[in-house]
């Protein structure tokens, strides 16, 4: 298919690293059948909205989004396309609630894009409207042999398996993006040589439940140590794991390898034993625990961070209060707090009551933030007097005359840039002199 005019896509993209990642695989698509891109929405024919449905927040968040996009397309003509996990979870609902939607793909469905794009610009410029909709999930799809257009930087995402077959019942994810397959290897290795050899310098390995992927012989310690040894690399993360995934090869990798960061996501949801089975999660809040501690006595260093949800349904003064003895025990180094928010679909939604009033979940939040941010503040203060090494990004965001980087355990570092310059993908060392619960400062 080839289309006459250069077609001009802006695309935003909401929600995890997933969705980034997908984003480059669409944008690699578009581009190989003619399409361009531009970063100013203004001379846009096409903008695409990749989106998130992982808490009613997001959903909100791109409602509010597309009700921007109305004011534009009355102002001209312009093709509307919603991607992504929101798409895939309310499907034609979605469609039918926003008019102004042309084009609705799913995460499985992106090779469709061309085709339904090209066919809405041209019914639109014909004077009519022709909605065109992906929504097949797939139990193959990984996108093999696309090569993804990257957003230059430092880091380069590199999805390695899809979907999730966990079902951990207060989450969309199984729904929006299937079931759970991984890569073939090889063609994993050539996206990161590939990657390396336009220098980046990290990689970043990418997954709903990145540490259960498995092709034949190799498993998730296997394809992170092949990936490690590539020429040229300085360091490689991965997002997210879950806690039943943690065999002692993995630790073990991640303890030996000098690229792999000592940065472990270990999701925990709630402290409670009784909501962590409700949630279908697998483990106890004791277990755990000596997961936790496994990887410090193996990784003495090491990072830990985590995601917990405070007000799932049924969830007790007495379940807050084991999270809370949890999260003072585990002396993790930050956490990511959310209130519940219940899905469509979701186990959760058929099986329990959301029954914890709002201001209930906002006061477990907001007390449970305020633990943490003392537990992180005290974490960050022990790297004070240290010398540290930092993977410069960029600018701080608060000022140009400030650096920003990260340390291998991936905690923001900032520094007043003076005259020697620190271009971004360079390893500095910084001593580091004051913290933060957000930042640590260097010089
Ligand atoms: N696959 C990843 C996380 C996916 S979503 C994992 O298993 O860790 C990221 C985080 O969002 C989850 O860890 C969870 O804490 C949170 N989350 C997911 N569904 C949610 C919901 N319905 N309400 C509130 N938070 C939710
Ligand atoms: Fe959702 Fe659980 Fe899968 Fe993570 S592991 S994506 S929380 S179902
Ligand atoms: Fe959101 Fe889908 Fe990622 S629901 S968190 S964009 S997998």
Redesign the pocket.
């Known amino acids: 298919m080839m289309i006459k005019t250069l077609p001009q896509v802006h695309i935003e993209t909401f929600g995890?690293q997933m969705n980034e990642s997908d984003s480059e695989l669409v944008r690699s698509l578009l581009k190989q059948e003619g399409f361009s891109f531009t970063e100013d929405r203004e001379r846009a024919d096409v903008v695409l909205v990749n989106t998130c449905a992982?808490?009613e927040n997001a959903h909100k968040k791109i409602y509010a989004h597309l009700s921007e996009l109305k004011t534009v397309k009355k102002q001209r003509p312009l093709v509307v396309g919603v991607l992504g996990c929101m798409a895939q979870n309310l499907k034609s609902e979605l469609a039918q609630k926003e008019p102004l939607i042309d084009v609705l793909a799913g995460p499985d469905s992106y090779r469709q894009l061309p085709s339904l794009l090209a066919a809405a610009l041209e019914s639109q410029e014909q004077g009519f409207s022709q909605k065109g909709f992906a929504l097949d999930l797939s139990e193959y799809e990984t996108y093999d042999g696309i090569m993804p257009d990257r957003v230059t930087g430092v880091n380069a995402w590199i999805t390695v398996m899809r979907g999730?077959d966990?079902f951990?019942s207060?989450?969309?994810?199984p729904y929006t993006r299937g079931r759970e397959r991984s890569r073939d290897p090889e063609s994993i290795l050539l996206e990161a040589r590939e990657a390396l050899a336009r220098r980046f310098k990290q990689i970043t390995l990418l997954g709903?439940?990145v540490n259960s992927y498995r092709y034949g012989e190799w498993d998730f310690a296997k394809l992170i140590s092949a990936i490690a040894d590539q020429p040229g690399i300085e360091r490689v993360r991965f997002t997210?794991?879950?806690p039943k995934d943690f065999p002692p090869t993995l630790i073990e990798a991640i303890a030996t390898h000098p690229k792999i960061c000592k940065h472990v996501?270990l999701?925990l949801?709630s402290g409670s034993d009784r909501i962590l089975d409700m949630m279908g999660r697998t483990y106890t809040g004791a277990e755990y625990l000596s997961l936790a501690e496994r990887i410090r006595a193996i990784i003495p260093d090491v990072v830990l961070t985590t995601?917990?949800?405070c007000g799932f349904c049924s969830e007790s003064d007495e379940d807050f209060q084991a999270t809370v003895r949890l999260v003072e025990q585990a002396q993790l180094d930050s956490a990511?707090i959310?209130?519940?928010?219940?899905?469509k679909h979701?186990i959760a939604a058929r099986k329990y009551a959301d029954d914890v009033p709002d201001h209930l979940k906002g006061q477990r939040v907001a007390k449970l933030v305020e633990i943490q941010r003392a537990i992180t503040g005290e974490r960050n203060r022990r790297y004070i007097g240290k010398t540290m090494e930092i993977l410069v990004e960029g600018d701080a965001t608060r000022s140009s005359k400030q650096g920003m980087g990260k340390t291998d355990g991936n905690i923001t570092v900032v520094w007043e840039k003076g005259t020697g310059h620190s271009e971004p993908g360079t390893l500095m060392t910084k001593h580091i002199f004051d913290a933060s619960a957000a930042t640590l400062y260097g010089k």
């Open positions: 995890c992982i808490r999730c966990n951990c207060f989450c969309v994810v709903q439940n997210s794991p879950h996501h999701p949801q995601d917990i949800i990511y959310f209130k519940y928010s219940e899905r979701t």
